[in-house]
């Protein structure tokens, strides 16, 4: 297929087309730069072009009509955007640079899927589905990852006809790189930036070469004599292929988005693991004579002592992966088969989400802010690891900060560093503990006091005596839901008229995972899955949705999660309730009468509401 030649104004080494990433026009949009003698193909498959795109009509346009129609206008003709949002884009676009697509889809305007399709009729070219079409895993061979990175390409089928990839730019100069690169004739397809960074990361997986490392570890182990006990501790050179194995595990832990990476030592393997929205997916099994090099080289990056294997150890480091800083909090505890390591990975780069981005309910939001303006008290939040409560806690100080307001925190570690906040990190070595430090918090004429989380009796006193003596109060704290939290607190021996005094509210919390909307289908539940519902008082309903598993969802079912939220208000009714050491039945009771709606009713309005299933609610929140 010809192309015209690239106007001296573009940057032809950047290799970008007159349509940039998801479908975009050429930064010099008034060259009308199109493709020349550009015949339309027939699709191998329907294309599911929207309504308003009448791809009939364009494939009959003759090549010197087609090179005077404009990707722009007919977007507009074809009622996908207005004059208006193309005349807006194309202003950012003169004063920010960039590609007209992506400046479209970043204003709204339209959809990456929508610019595909589009774009797909525009040039005759087929859409390629990367989110449901299988991959056959041979063809990655033909085109290596560097290759993919570079062209935002990823390799789809091999047929008679050549190699088929799918890239965001068509482009000639691309067609004939990437058929250089692969060795093979190259036919082009078309989807969305996203959906092929996406495929990148998910096939090219960074674990890949793992075995190829493990033999060069075991070779090498084979043939060295060691004269010390093997209980001394290993140090690992840098470039040792422990330490490569290290790297691709946690590469390959923040593409899967991973929020917690556990390497496990067993009899005969060590096993690495993943927890990907909240579920633990096995990823790798590596021999059991790694292990110990493996925690060894993490413990070194994390600067704790890899002479001591009895005791429990906590560290954190921080590694710059694909381009993104992280860090990565590192726990290890000896267990009978080994040291076992968890590592939690923290993006950096990612932004803090603001109260009313939490998921919340339009009311609990309204009066969970109207209470953390409050001047003095204390509001928890409680749920188990992996809750979402330090998410809530920083969206909660992103919600209340300003220049009016003396903002400390005191954290173990500190996570998100916000510019205009005071914020202590503890260091036990040093005699700074929650407790402590809290102490000296006070001293700093504060207003608003986070706590990272309550663990103990003293941090729990000073907390409280915080909240009575003028000061507002934000913590976690480790409690099933929010009417646990009361009774935690009053099992740690805090007396029941302070806790009534001091609390103004418990936020209980929980995530859910979100269908993937990939693949979300219509599905019967089971007898128990219905009852559960009924139970649960959900609304009258007779289709109900699941995931059947994609690509996109690594089959799962599941992508991405959202919050569920139970807001009990400390009323005049419940005070009199904790004072009397009410029962946690009795004080649920009373909340639930006053207008707090549970866990439980939460994750079935969700249910109701097609972003999650029932299974996945009974998972979370409560069993059969």
Not at 544 to 566: A, L, P, S, V, W
Not at 610 to 616: A, F, N, V
């Amino acid at each position: 297929m010809a192309f015209k030649k690239k106007s001296k104004h573009e940057d032809v080494s950047d290799k970008r087309s007159p349509i940039g990433a998801g479908g975009n026009v050429a930064t010099v949009v008034d060259s009308r730069e199109v493709p020349s003698g550009a015949p339309a193909q027939p699709f191998s498959h329907p294309i599911a072009t929207p309504e308003s795109i009448d791809a009939k009509n364009i494939a009959a346009l003759s090549n010197e009509e087609r090179e005077n129609f404009r990707l722009g206008d007919q977007l507009i003709a074809s009622n996908i955007i207005t004059d208006a949002q193309l005349q807006q884009a194309l202003a950012m676009q003169r004063d920010s640079g960039g590609l007209l697509g992506e400046v479209l889809v970043s204003i709204g305007a339209l959809n990456e899927q929508d610019l595909a399709r589009a774009l797909a009729a525009f040039f005759g070219f087929d859409v390629a589905n990367l989110r449901r079409d299988a991959v056959d895993p041979l063809v990655l061979n033909f085109l290596n990852e560097e290759a993919a990175r570079k062209f935002t390409a990823f390799p789809v089928r091999m047929a008679d006809d050549g190699l088929s990839i799918a890239v965001a730019e068509p482009s000639e100069e691309v067609r004939q790189a990437l058929s250089q690169a692969s060795g093979k004739q190259v036919k082009l397809l078309i989807a969305p930036v996203s959906d092929i960074r996406w495929a990148i990361d998910s096939n090219y997986r960074a674990l890949g070469s793992v075995e190829k490392l493990v033999q060069a570890f075991e070779s090498v182990e084979g043939s060295r004599k060691r004269s010390v006990d093997s209980s001394e501790p290993e140090i690992v050179a840098d470039d040792a292929p422990v330490v490569q194995v290290v790297d691709r595990i946690l590469t390959q832990a923040m593409r899967d988005r991973a929020s917690d990476v556990h390497i496990e030592p067993s009899d005969d393997i060590v096993r690495v693991r993943f927890r990907i929205d909240g579920a633990l997916k096995e990823i790798l099994q590596l021999p059991a004579a790694i292990g110990p090099g493996l925690v060894s080289r993490i413990k070194i990056m994390a600067n704790m002592n890899i002479v001591e294997r009895r005791r429990p150890q906590d560290g954190q480091l921080t590694i710059n992966i694909d381009g993104k800083e992280v860090d990565v909090r590192v726990a290890t505890t000896a267990t009978i088969m080994g040291e076992s390591c968890v590592m939690r990975l923290l993006d950096k780069t990612r932004s803090v989400l603001r109260l009313n981005d939490l998921g919340m309910p339009v009311d609990t939001h309204a009066a969970y802010s109207k209470i953390v303006r409050a001047p003095f008290g204390m509001v928890l939040c409680a749920g188990p690891t992996g809750s979402g409560k330090t998410t809530t806690l920083y969206a909660t100080l992103s919600e209340v900060s300003n220049p009016s307001l003396n903002v400390m925190t005191i954290e173990d570690p500190v996570e998100y560093v916000f510019p205009t906040i005071n914020q202590i990190q503890t260091n036990e070595q040093a005699g700074l503990t929650f407790a402590t430090g809290l102490r000296s918090i006070l001293r700093q004429d504060p207003d608003v006091i986070l706590v990272g989380e309550i663990r103990d009796v003293e941090t729990t006193r000073v907390a409280v005596q915080s909240a009575l003596t003028g000061h507002f109060v934000v913590s976690s704290l480790h409690a099933t839901d929010s009417v646990s939290a009361l009774h935690r607190f009053l099992d740690m021996g805090i007396e029941s008229f302070l806790i009534a005094s001091s609390v103004l509210a418990v936020v209980g919390q929980r995530l859910l995972r979100r269908i993937c909307p990939s693949c979300k289908a219509v599905y019967t539940p089971s007898d128990e899955e219905m009852v559960f519902y009924e139970e649960s008082g959900g609304p009258s309903k007779e289709v109900f949705y699941q995931g059947t598993g994609c690509n996109f969802c690594t089959h799962t079912g599941y992508k991405d999660r959202i919050g569920i939220y139970e807001l009990l208000i400390m009323t005049p009714e419940l005070r009199r309730l904790v004072v009397g050491w009410a029962t946690q039945e009795e004080l649920r009771n009373m909340a639930v009468k006053q207008g707090m709606r549970t866990l439980r009713q939460e994750a079935v309005n969700l249910v109701n509401q097609d972003i999650t299933s029932i299974s996945e609610v009974i998972r979370s929140v409560y069993t059969l």
